[in-house]
C-alpha cells in the first residue's frame, strides 16, 4: 500500500457519509423496524420479551462484524442498523408496557440514556462526530448510542400517538414537521452540525415508528390494518433497491475537522 492509500485507510469512516439518500434509507429502516418488531411480538405472538431476546443476538453479532470490518461495507451497516432498530422496538414495549413504566416514564429513561452515552462518548473521545467513526473505541459508543436513539424512538412515537393523543398519522406529521425545521436549520443556519445530524437521528426513529403504526395497527386504533409481514417485506425490498441505486460512499474523518458533516 502506497503512501495516499495508507492516508486514506486511515482517514475513511466505516459508516456512510450523511447525505439525502442516508435519511431516505434510515427512515424506511426505522419504519421497517416498528413493522418487524411488531411481526413477531404482536403478529405471531411471540411477546416483547422472547422477540427482543430473538433480535438482539443478531445485532450483537452484526455490531461485533461491522467492527472487525477493515472499511465501509453497505449491506453491513444497513443490516447492523436493522437489527437495532427492530430490538429497539421490542425492548422498547417491554419496558413501556410489561414493565409498566408507561411511554412518559419509557421516553425519559431512554433520553437519559441517549444523552448519557453522548455525554461519555464526548468526554472520552472529544468529539461525537460521525465523521470520525473508524477506531473500534468509536464504533461501541457510534452503536450503542444508534441502539439507545432506536429504542427511545419507538417509546416516543406511542407517547405522542396514544398519551399526546395525536394518532399515529398525527404523530408522523409532528416528527416530520420537526425534521423539516432542523432540514432548515442544517441549509439555511450555522447552528452546530453535529448536534443537528443527532437530533434529526434520534427523530427520525419515532417517525418511523408513528409511519409503521399507521400502516399495520388495526382500523379501529387509527391504522390502516396493513399485513405486518407483508409490510415488512415490502419495506426490506424497498431498502434493498435504494442501497443499489444510492452510490454509498464512506464518510470521512480529516483531522482538523470542525464539526461539519457531508
Do not use: C
Given at each position: 500500500m502506497d503512501m495516499n492509500a495508507s492516508a486514506i485507510a486511515r482517514t475513511a469512516s466505516k459508516v456512510p457519509a450523511v447525505t439525502l439518500g442516508f435519511w431516505a434509507i434510515k427512515i424506511l429502516a426505522t419504519t421497517l423496524g416498528e413493522t418487524?418488531?411488531?411481526?413477531?411480538?404482536?403478529?405471531?405472538d411471540l411477546g416483547y420479551l422472547v422477540s427482543s431476546a430473538i433480535f438482539v443476538v443478531p445485532l450483537i453479532l452484526l455490531v461485533a462484524a461491522q467492527i472487525r470490518a477493515r472499511?465501509?461495507?453497505?449491506?453491513?451497516?444497513?443490516?447492523?442498523i436493522i437489527a437495532s432498530t427492530t430490538a429497539g422496538t421490542t425492548i422498547a414495549d417491554f419496558a413501556t408496557r410489561s414493565m409498566g413504566i408507561g411511554y412518559?416514564?419509557?421516553?425519559?429513561?431512554?433520553?437519559?440514556?441517549?444523552?448519557?452515552?453522548?455525554?461519555?462518548?464526548?468526554?472520552?473521545?472529544?468529539?461525537?462526530?460521525?465523521?470520525?467513526?473508524?477506531?473500534?473505541?468509536?464504533?461501541?459508543?457510534?452503536w450503542t448510542t444508534i441502539t439507545f436513539s432506536q429504542t427511545l424512538g419507538t417509546a416516543l412515537g406511542d407517547w405522542a400517538a396514544d398519551d399526546g393523543g395525536l394518532g399515529y398519522l398525527g404523530g408522523a406529521l409532528l416528527f416530520g414537521g420537526v425534521l423539516g425545521v432542523l432540514a432548515l436549520l442544517w441549509f439555511a443556519t450555522s447552528t452546530n452540525k453535529v448536534a443537528l445530524?443527532?437530533?434529526?437521528?434520534?427523530?427520525t426513529r419515532p417517525l418511523g415508528a408513528t409511519v409503521?403504526?399507521?400502516?399495520?395497527?388495526?382500523?379501529?386504533?387509527?391504522?390502516l390494518d396493513f399485513s405486518r409481514p407483508v409490510a415488512s417485506a415490502v419495506l426490506v425490498v424497498a431498502i434493498v433497491v435504494l442501497i443499489w441505486l444510492i452510490p454509498q460512499r464512506a464518510g470521512s474523518h480529516p483531522s482538523n475537522a470542525t464539526g461539519r458533516m457531508q
Open positions: 418487524g418488531g411488531d411481526t413477531l411480538s404482536m403478529t405471531y472499511g465501509f461495507h453497505p449491506a453491513l451497516y444497513w443490516a447492523t412518559t416514564g419509557g421516553s425519559a429513561l431512554l433520553l437519559a440514556l441517549v444523552l448519557l452515552s453522548l455525554a461519555v462518548w464526548h468526554r472520552t473521545m472529544g468529539t461525537i462526530s460521525v465523521e470520525r467513526i473508524a477506531s473500534p473505541k468509536a464504533e461501541a459508543f457510534y445530524f443527532w437530533a434529526a437521528f434520534i427523530l409503521g403504526d399507521f400502516l399495520d395497527k388495526p382500523l379501529a386504533k387509527g391504522g
